[in-house]
């Protein structure tokens, strides 16, 4: 459920993409609803960010960008089954392709919190997409 | 780095308590999760001090102190001389007569709707109007941001190039490639021009308080990625220690390598940053970092094993570069 949602909220392709937040709103199901509210869903300025000059440029150069989930791993030692809370560490590909330029590719290690709903199902809570990648831990 | 405002990482301790009983029957004790949200808001202890440009080449001459007070005079701790300075050589290369196919205009670049409303009437193609008024846009885009995860300088300049939607939508800068090429080049610019606080040059006072603050965190765990105050990584302790007396250093040990004077280590004074190879690192691109503390001692977030520990000089290995912030600082 977490990379599915990652990729749905996090790839792009601005040729059939109302606007930026398409992959947002096709992702709501996946987040908690205060989560969707606290990245912009559902607002009038969010709609409105497709006339930014970003996706505007992205637009016309018929630009899309498709993320992968390569792996999906619990981080630390939190104990879902009493806290009902777990966050994952994710290795994501990202593809992004402009114009007639070659695909380029990025890997990033964004971590998503989900929380366990009454159903039993879980939703995505939080993520941090913070790519820290390069400060290594201590040996020395 | 400086991450004053807006930085509000919220964090979740859950301490769950099991009671075990004897032998093959095991009792459950009550599970006590207490949830404790912290704000983290980071110091933010140099948002009110001037700073200004370290290292103006490049900069035209009759711009620096303008860059300056226009950073200074808008007042956010995201943004600094040295940023506003890298976002304008991003924008125009300082050329006030810029104009950009999407019909963006002058040293900042603004398109004319956001002018009106950021301008307060001055003229578009003045730089003497344009600059302040690029200060002034930073930090209102950087308030419109504040709640989003991650580096607030970087989400600023995201929401400044894409917009303030556009980076709550996506948690952080958003994934376009011109966005965060402009992200990493105004950051790597802003390192080369350097900012450092007007009044505040760091003197013995100065130095005590950041090894006070040092001190202050040894037992604390090392979390890779960790910003504190609970957790740190090894750049980011560093980082934060550092921040406590106006000098600002990146975030991590492979900028920060380059962020200072480098020393030959031989004779190692109380504030230089020994930089190793560490598990992930290389000779050009170190991956472990810690502070001489004086006496023969090191301190680092020195790995997950460890935590934040104080130990000698000699047991560090694998010594790539020593730097001294402290000298950059009194040289200026």
């Keep these: ?140 | 780095m400086v991450f004053g405002r807006g930085r509000s990482a919220s964090r979740w301790i859950v301490i769950g308590a099991i009671g075990a009983g004897l032998f093959v029957v095991l009792f459950f004790g009550a599970v006590i999760g207490i949830v404790l949200s912290i704000a983290s808001s980071d110091g933010g202890d140099s948002g009110g001090v001037p700073s200004q440009i370290v290292r103006s080449d490049g900069i035209p001459a009759e711009y620096v102190k303008m860059i300056n007070d226009a950073a200074n005079a808008a007042g956010c701790a995201p943004l600094t001389p040295a940023l506003l300075a890298a976002q304008l050589h991003q924008e125009s290369n300082f050329n006030p007569n810029a104009r950009s196919g999407a019909g963006a205009l002058g040293i900042a670049q603004f398109l004319p709707a956001t002018w009106s409303r950021y301008g307060n009437g001055g003229d578009i193609w003045d730089p003497v109007d344009a600059i302040p008024a690029a200060a002034r846009y930073d930090c209102a885009v950087a308030a419109d941001v504040a709640q989003v995860p991650g580096d607030p300088r970087e989400n600023m300049l995201a929401a400044y190039n894409a917009g303030p939607d556009a980076v709550r939508m996506n948690a952080g800068v958003p994934p376009y490639p011109e966005t965060m090429n402009y992200v990493r080049a105004i950051l790597a610019q802003a390192d080369t021009y350097g900012d450092t606080l007007i009044t505040d040059v760091p003197g013995t006072g100065d130095v005590a308080d950041m090894l006070a603050f040092m001190r202050q965190q040894v037992g604390k765990p090392y979390v890779w990625g960790a910003v504190g105050p609970d957790a740190w990584d090894c750049s980011s302790l560093v980082q934060a220690a550092y921040k406590r007396i106006g000098i600002q250093l990146p975030r991590v040990t492979e900028n920060q390598v380059n962020a200072s004077p480098h020393v030959d280590g031989a004779d190692p004074e109380v504030g230089d940053l020994i930089f190793t190879v560490g598990s992930l690192g290389t000779l050009t691109s170190p991956g472990h970092v810690s502070m001489y503390i004086g006496n023969g001692k090191v301190e680092a977030a020195k790995g997950a094993q460890w935590g934040v520990i104080v130990y000698d000089l000699s047991q560090v290995r694998g010594v790539v570069a020593v730097t001294r912030p402290l000298a950059g600082a009194r040289e200026r």
């Design chain 1, 1 to 140: 459920m977490a990379a599915y949602c990652f990729r749905v909220w996090q790839s792009y392709d601005t040729r059939v993409d109302a606007g930026p937040g398409a992959g947002l709103l096709a992702a709501r199901s996946c987040m908690t609803p205060t989560f969707y509210a606290s990245l912009g869903g559902g607002s009038t300025s969010t709609d409105g960010a497709a006339g930014a000059p970003a996706w505007l440029e992205l637009k016309a150069q018929h630009a899309y960008s498709r993320v992968d989930v390569l792996a999906v791993g619990p981080v630390g030692g939190v104990d879902t089954a009493y806290t009902g809370r777990v966050t994952l560490l994710l290795n994501v590909r990202r593809t992004t392709v402009a114009g007639t330029g070659a695909p380029v590719i990025g890997v990033t290690t964004p971590t998503l919190t989900l929380l366990r709903q009454a159903d039993g199902g879980w939703l995505v809570s939080q993520a941090d997409l913070t790519d820290s990648s390069g400060d290594a831990p201590g040996g020395g």
